[in-house]
């Protein structure tokens, strides 16, 4: 099959992967464009974790306030160049970020911060919850629930709260994507939430 130079650039327009990678795809591929977004994904995914140590000292601070002024964010984005942190797409995720913290309220970044102190309160409230059981059985289903705790409290396994536009994807799914199609290590550094009267 012959890639067309329009395949390669459409590929291109809608993954942001390079021209060569592209066309590779597509070859690969035999002309599947679903085909070859999703190679590119991997290979972008593995070669932006391969780049996860590289440090991030550029990027943007971004801010939302919600209509009415009652509820506000601002959360920094890092990034490995400021050529990335100049980018659109870099600018639109770290706003989109803003908004998503002003709504959905999440306490920790990732779930290595999390106070271990926290994590064992949690633990306990939910072992206390099935006090009728035995308590080995307490425990497992306790440990189950600790995933839908930390889903809600930890910004990257929350889901995106515009689940129209980004399809129910995480924070971190998200914040991969970016990654993989800029080739840069991008790190969600901080964030602080403000409400009135909170």
């Known amino acids: 099959m012959t890639v067309t130079a329009a395949d390669v650039k459409a590929l291109r327009g809608r993954t942001g992967a390079g021209m060569l990678d592209c066309k ?13 977004v999703d190679a590119l994904r991997v290979k972008g995914l593995a070669k932006a974790a391969k780049r996860g140590d590289k440090e991030a000292s550029q990027g943007v601070v971004a801010s939302y306030i919600h209509a009415g002024g009652s ?19 870099f600018a639109t995720f770290a706003r989109d970020l803003a908004l998503h913290i002003a709504a959905a309220d999440p306490l920790y970044v990732d779930e290595a911060s999390v106070p271990e102190e926290a994590r064992a309160a ?10 009728d059981k035995p308590e080995e059985i307490r ?3 306790a ?6 705790w930390l889903d809600e409290v930890v910004l990257l396994r929350q ?7 980004y399809e129910g ?3 971190e799914d998200l ?24």
Do not use: P, W, Y
Not at 159 to 165: E, P
Not at 175 to 198: C, D, H, M, Q, Y
């Open 24 to 36: 590779k795809a597509l070859e690969e591929s035999g002309g599947d464009v679903d085909a070859a």
């Open 71 to 89: 509820i506000g964010s601002m959360v920094e984005v890092d990034c490995e160049t400021d050529f990335v942190a100049r980018n659109e797409e």
């Open 139 to 141: 425990a497992k289903i």
């Open 159 to 165: 889901a995106h709260v515009n689940a129209d536009r």
């Open 143 to 148: 440990e189950g629930r600790i995933g839908k």
């Open 175 to 198: 914040r991969a994507e970016l990654a993989s199609k800029t080739g840069e290590n991008i790190v969600i550094r901080r964030f602080s939430r403000f409400a009135v009267g909170g």
């Open 169 to 171: 994807r995480t924070i």
């Open 122 to 131: 949690e633990l306990r409230v939910l072992q206390d919850q099935d006090s």
